[in-house]
Structure formats: structure tokens, C-alpha cells
């Protein structure tokens, strides 16, 4: 429904001193296909889970056609943006101090909240995509070896699948 595109300047900003940006991280669906109803589901669960960071200028909320930034603490912003078959995600710390580099484990938060949203929507939807992600792994993976970002296999797809139904039939039924 939004039909203002995202300003250059928040899908590739220009370098600024004050600012320090991770590496894209991206989830890459197979096939060359991305329905966009996924999209918009992730950016309804960053919604409901983050607030929608504003135009220090303007005012505005920063929520465009194909893209949003979350205020996700006082000194980080998180950046998700979609084009073609890709899902592209970027944490910006706002103020750089003795502290050089976004924080890792919030950075790993996100990637475990955008890969479990994702991987529920597809469920959700019963739709058969696959998507291969890309991170960096400073500092995506920081978080003491508790990475789950394997492959979804179709086994991990019919559980998650089940557990759904279970969830939802079962839960009104209890």
C-alpha cells in the first residue's frame, strides 16, 4: 500500500564518520522469487517487534515501498530492505565514541528474529522456498556458538509446520 520509494540515501548511504554500518546481510531466495506478501510480513513482524525510526529533519517515519528503519536501541538502526529476490538487512550505529563497531550480539538478535519470521511466514503461507543466507560473519554470528542458520531442510519445514497447527487449532481449542 505504500507508494513513496525509499530516498537513496537510506538503501546506500553515504559514508559518514559518525556513523559505522555492518555488512549487508542478505537472504537470497532460490529461484529467483520473492513474493512480495512475504516481504511485507517481515516488515509487519519488525513492526510489531521494533518502532519505526524517524527523519531527525522531518519528522517522518522512515517506512517507504520496499524498505523501513527501526530505531532498535538509543544508538542502533536497523535498515531492512527488499530488491528483486533479496531481503537485505543493516544495523547503523548512530554515534560512534570508544565503541567502533555496531553491537554484535544485538546484531546477532536480529538475524536470529528475521531468520525465525521467515522461516514461520513461508510456513505460514505453505509455500516451498528456499532462500540461502549470507552474512558476514562478524558481526552477524557473535553470539557463543548458538548459530542455527543451517539450510531449512524439509523436515525442520514440516515441524515448524506442525507446530503451527498445533498452536493454532490446539490453543483455541484449549
Known amino acids: 500500500m505504500l ?23 542478505r537472504y537470497i531466495f532460490t529461484g ?5 506478501p512475504i516481504f511485507h510480513r517481515l516488515l509487519a513482524a519488525c513492526v510489531a517487534h521494533w518502532p519505526v525510526a524517524k527523519n531527525k529533519k522531518t519528522s517522518a517515519h522512515l517506512i517507504f515501498c520496499g524498505c523501513c528503519v527501526f530505531d532498535l536501541d538509543l544508538f542502533h538502526r536497523l ?5 528483486n529476490h533479496i531481503v537485505f538487512a543493516r544495523v ?3 554515534v560512534v565514541d570508544e565503541v567502533k563497531t555496531p553491537d554484535a550480539k544485538l546484531c546477532s538478535r536480529v538475524r536470529r528474529f528475521i531468520t525465525l519470521n521467515l522461516a514461520k511466514i513461508i510456513s505460514y503461507l505453505e509455500l516451498n522456498l ?22 531449512i531442510m524439509p523436515e525442520h519445514m514440516n515441524y515448524a509446520r506442525l507446530c503451527v497447527a498445533l498452536i493454532t487449532v490446539c490453543g483455541n481449542a484449549l
Open 130 to 151: 528456499q532462500y540461502e543466507l549470507q552474512a558476514a560473519d562478524p558481526p552477524w554470528h557473535s553470539d557463543e556458538g548458538h548459530d542455527q542458520d543451517a539450510p
Open 79 to 83: 535498515t531492512v530492505y527488499m530488491k
Open 3 to 25: 507508494l513513496q520509494e525509499s530516498p537513496k540515501e537510506v538503501i546506500s548511504p553515504e559514508e559518514d564518520p559518525s556513523m559505522v554500518r555492518t555488512p549487508d546481510m
Open 32 to 36: 529467483k522469487y520473492l513474493p512480495t
Open 92 to 94: 547503523t550505529r548512530m
